[in-house]
Structure formats: C-alpha cells, structure tokens
C-alpha cells in the first residue's frame, strides 16, 4: 500500500481565464520562484481553462500562485513510461480499458530519456496496482522533483 | 431598552391614522399657502387644501419627482429663509445635475429621533460601540447615522468609508458592537479582515449590522450573518426623506415607517394608480413634518411593497419590505423587466459561486444580450472542464427559471470582479452606447 503512494503525483490545476497574458503572468510567476516545469497542458472550453503543470516544487507554486490571486488545487496523476516505439500507448490504454479504469484526461512528458504518459484517471490507486501487476514502469513522484 | 419612544411607537392604529390626518391638512395648509411651487401644483390639478377630508384624500394631491427637485436647484422648494436652516446635504448627481436638501434645527431633531427609534428597535443603546462606515459629508449616511447614535447614548467611531485595513484595526481596538456600511462594503471588510488573518465572526466583538443605501438580498443576509456571526438590518431612507432614518427592529420583518413622520403609498409605475397592502410596486411617500424642504407624494423610484399589520415586537407603524430595485435600474431584455436584484438573489442561493458578479447587457444582430460574470469559489474549483462547465450550466438554468430570460454565464477568476465602497455598480449596458 505504502508502494502505491509513491506513484502518487501532485499536479497543480489553476483555472485561468480564456484572454491574452494570463499563461504568461502564470509563467513568469513560476519563473521567479525559480521553480521548472516539467511537463504542462492547457485544457480549454469556452471562455475559460485549467492549466495543469508538474513542476519541482509544487507547494511553493501552489502558494505563489494562490497569493497572485489565482485559483489553484492539486491533483494526483500518474506518471507511465510507455515504449518508445509502436504499440507503446496501445499497451496502457488497454490495461486500463480491461480494469474498467476512466482516463479523464492525458499529456505528454518527453524527459531526459523516457516517453512519459501523464494520467487523471477516476481511481488513481487501483490504476497504479493495475499497472505494477502488469510490469509497467511508472515513475515514482520524486522523479519530478 | 424596547423602545425608545413607546408612547408612539406603539401608538394603537386608529390613533395613529388621526395624527396623520392632522399633520397631512396642516401641512397642506402649509404648502398652499408658502410655496409657489405646491401652490401651482394644487391648482393644476385642481385641488384645494379643503378637499383633503381623510387620510386617503392624499391621493388628490399631485406627484412629485426627482426632476422636481432638479429642476428648481439649488434650494427653489425651500420653504424657509436661509437663516433658518442649520444644514445642507448633496446627493450625487449621477444622472445629471446634483440634488440640494436643508434642514432646519427641528429637521435634524426629527431625522435623529427617527434613527434613535430605529437603533434601539435593533437591540442597541448606551454602552455600544457604533461604528458609522458611511461617508461623512455630502452624504447624509456618515452625519446622519452619527447623531442617531449619539443620541441613544451609544460610543460612536466615525470612521467614514476608505482605509479598510484601519477600519479592522479600529474595530478589534475601540471593540465596536455595530455597524452602519453598505452591504458591499461589510463584504469587502469581511474580505479584507480574512486576508489580515482576521476573523470578524471570532475576533471582534461586532454583533450588529445596519446595511443599507444600496439594494441587497434576504440570502445576502444569510451570508453576512452566517459568515461574520452579526445580526444584519436593513436601514432605508433617502436624502430627500432627511437622509436614512427607517431600520428594521430585531424581528428583521420589515422596514419600520414611523407614521408620525411619513406616510407611504405604494404606486403602480405604469398606471399611477395606488396599490393595496401586499402589492409590489414603486415607494411613494409624503413626509409629514418636514420644515425646510417638504416632500409630498414623492415618487422614490424603489420597488418595494407595504405591510400594515402590527409588527410581533408590538410596534403599530405600516413596515416596507426589502427594496427589490429602482424602476429606473429595471432592464428591458427582450421585453421582459428584469431586476439586478433578482440575479444577485439567484446567485446567492449557489454555493459554487461567489458573491461578486457583474451583468453586461449588449444587443448583438438586433437582438438583446444579457451576460452574467461570476467568481468560481474556491471549493467549487475543480481541475476537471466537466465540473466547470457542469457549474456554469447550472447557473445559466438558474438564472433563466429565475428571470425567464436567457442568460449567458461566464466564470472568471476570483477578485477579478469590480469591488464598491460606496453603491455598487454592477451593472453595465453596452446597449445605451
């Protein structure tokens, strides 16, 4: 169990408004915090979005970000270290699929020197012990910081 | 102490219509015989001070209106020399040229009692600790509610409005019991104080709020009690009525009116036409024993309605509900009226959003807009688009069961709204541009 925690990721989410400035006020912010983004996605709807970013030092982001006025949670994610070749995101969609686990939403992180899939899924316990049983690699959180 | 003045505040009905009476001829009298003004105004339509027999009579007499007061600037309906008076105030002029009001000494001895009578009817007295947030000036809300504290025998901190972070220190220090602001700006304290780390519910002693001069909602109060662990009390009054000068009393059941000081009608907008007891419509109201500016059948503009049942805290005088808005601030989306009001009472009854909002209405291809912004709370805030968009649904059904109009929603981020001091201004219409 105290495995399974490991595997545990804190995304930062912030909602941002849909108009010109606002990544980068987001992004200067974390630049003068001197912290680094790791990986990052923006999801859009009409008007508004959520940033979502691994960075290294969440809980100083999350304080930064919170004191500029912006709204800010953490999420778990999972980190997966897919095949670099074809069929590498078939095999973890599939296992997935057949545990009847929900990806929500995902996004890449092409580091150093692996392919990593970033997951929301609607359990993210049950998803890590699914994917450790079938031999997947997944990144443990202290690998982003 | 229940009552400041019991003899009249709990003066029987029927007594209290036969003063009325009295003071409405005499005035009449008065004005037809003092003011130019009302005289040619009798004569127009075609009524005498002899024609008033009963009290219902008065709605013989002509209609006064804002643009009355406008018109005749600056003191041209005075009806006292310069001499006389003690006092001017200035109400702003936001829709074209200011307002003038004077007052005689025995003017400001009645707007004092008035707000006496009204401040101990919500539970304060000697030994309080008022702090008056209106402005001081001009305005009649800083002077006004400062003479009524003072003469119930109670502490008063003039603190006038601005300099939030001041006010919060001064509250905690001076250990205010009371009050007096707009709603908005109780909120923007309320905001201010969490971000100082204080909490007004557990590290002040207030208990009381007297929230008026701009409308606001029954979940509002809910809200502010709730979250700052006060009693909130609607105060009504305008500059041309004195200044604030009706409260509500413990029972928070309605506006108090003295009926030795005014007497209220309530209008059809449309039709001029009187409205019974329980009848939504515009405030209208004739105050009995003014001297230097006197004020008669005068059309507020407030939405509001009257009832003349006897209040539970024994007090005999006719009460006004909460004002609903101005039938002037009244929108006209797609031919139907829509109140400012109406939405901010749709909102506060979601708990996803805040309590700042803003409402854009615009024509695009010919057609009316309405645009609703909201602050996201911070618990409502969820990483998942669904969620948001599930919230902003919900809002915009709300709104559209609430208004029968259709009403776009957009969520923005929290603080970015506009925050009021003074009245709120919250709505924009690109539609008059």
Known sequence: MNQIEHYLIKQISIFSENRPGRLAAIAQAMQEERINILAFSIAEADGFGVVRALVDHSERAYHKLTDMGFMVSFTDVIAVRMRDEPGGLYEIARILGDANINIEYAYAYTGKDAAVLILRVNNARDAIATLLKRNVTLMESSFFK | ?433
Not at chain 2, 321 to 333: A, H, N, P, Q
Not at chain 2, 398 to 403: D, F, I, N, P, V
């Open chain 2, 1 to 433: 102490m229940k009552c400041w003045d019991p003899r009249i505040e709990e003066i029987p009905k029927e007594e209290l219509h036969r003063l009325q009476y009295r003071l409405l001829k005499t005035l009449v009298y008065k004005l037809y015989s003092l003011s130019d003004f009302y005289h040619r105004r009798m004569k127009e339509a075609g009524v005498h001070p002899d024609d008033i027999r009963t009290l219902e009579d008065v709605q013989k007499l002509p209609f006064m209106y804002k643009s009355d007061l406008r018109d005749h600037y600056p003191d041209r309906l005075f009806t006292v020399p310069q001499e006389e008076l003690v006092r001017y105030h200035v109400s702003s002029g936001t829709t074209g040229k200011p307002t003038v009001v004077g007052y005689t000494q025995r003017d400001i001895e009645n707007w004092t009692n008035s707000l006496a009578r009204a401040l101990v009817s919500c539970g304060l007295g000697r030994g309080d600790v008022i702090q008056v947030s209106y402005g001081y000036g001009l305005f009649t809300g800083g002077l006004g509610l400062h003479y009524g504290a003072e003469r119930i025998g109670a502490t008063v901190i003039p603190t006038s409005t601005g300099n939030t972070e001041r006010q919060i220190e001064l509250m905690m220090d001076l250990k205010a019991t009371a009050i007096a602001c707009t709603p908005s700006y109780l909120l923007h304290i309320g905001e201010v104080a969490e971000k100082m780390g204080v909490s007004i519910k557990n590290d002040t002693r207030l208990r009381a709020a007297i929230l008026g001069a701009e409308p606001w909602s029954e979940r509002m109060r809910n809200r502010i009690q709730e979250w700052l662990g006060v009693k909130a009390y609607d105060i009504y009054g305008t500059s041309e009525l004195y200044g604030p000068l009706f409260t509500e009393c413990h029972e928070q059941q309605g506006i108090h009116i003295w009926g030795d000081l005014a007497l209220v009608e309530i209008i059809d907008p449309e039709t001029n036409a009187p409205l019974p007891a329980g009848e939504r419509g515009e405030l209208t109201m004739t105050v009995l024993q003014k001297e230097a500016l006197p004020i008669v059948r005068f059309r507020i503009g407030d939405i509001t309605t009257m009832r003349d049942d006897v209040c539970a805290c024994g007090r005999t005088h006719p009460r006004i509900t909460r004002i609903e808005g101005r039938v002037d601030d009244m929108l006209i989306i797609r031919g139907i009226n829509v109140f400012p009001s109406q939405i901010e009472h749709t909102l506060m009854g979601i708990p996803e959003v805040g309590r700042e909002f803003q409402i854009v209405v615009d024509r695009k291809a010919e057609l009316d807009s309405l645009l609703v912004r909201v602050e996201l709370t911070h618990e409502a805030f969820s990483d998942r688009i669904k969620d948001l968009m599930n919230i902003r649904k919900k809002v915009a059904e709300r709104l559209q069961s609430a208004l029968l109009v259709n009403a776009e929603v957009e969520l923005v981020e929290p603080g970015t709204l506009p925050r009021f001091e003074g009245k709120a201004k919250r709505v924009v219409d690109r539609r008059k541009l």
